[in-house]
């Protein structure tokens, strides 16, 4: 059975860091590009990163360009994202995701993880 299981995600101030997991089952993750939604209450889901399955290349929103790092282990089948400087406009529903390759929009993608909650508090 294909999965994709988030973890990782909290409350924190803003300011602070977290770091997002995301465990693949089910297939190899690596084979796929890797990426990284959110959405927040009211709002549209957002991307906000990919890891590219060619060559590594990674890409991200413009609003967590510089704060966010992703990156992959796939001895473990897993994908992360490193948050630090967290902001309150940050608080969402995370998401990883598997697609054949980067793409901004979430049709993109053929798998989907249940989401974890990130809230930074001001």
């Known amino acids: 059975e294909v999965q994709l299981v988030e973890s990782g995600g909290g409350l924190v101030r803003a300011g602070g860091s977290l770091r997002l997991s995301c465990a693949a089952s089910?297939?190899?993750?690596?084979?796929?590009?890797r990426g990284w939604f959110r959405q927040a209450p009211g709002k549209e889901r957002e991307w906000v990163s990919c890891i590219s399955s060619s060559d590594g290349t990674t890409y991200y929103a413009d609003s967590v360009k510089g704060r966010f790092t992703i990156s992959s282990d796939n001895a473990k089948n897993t994908a992360y994202l490193q948050m630090n400087s967290l902001k309150p406009e940050d608080t969402a529903v995370y998401y990883c995701?598997?697609?054949?390759?980067?793409?901004?929009?979430?049709?993109?993608?053929?798998?989907w993880g249940q989401g974890t909650q990130v809230t930074v508090s001001s």
């Open positions: 089910g297939f190899t993750f690596d084979d796929y590009a």
């Open positions: 995701a598997a697609g054949s390759k980067c793409s901004w929009y979430s049709d993109g993608y053929h798998y």
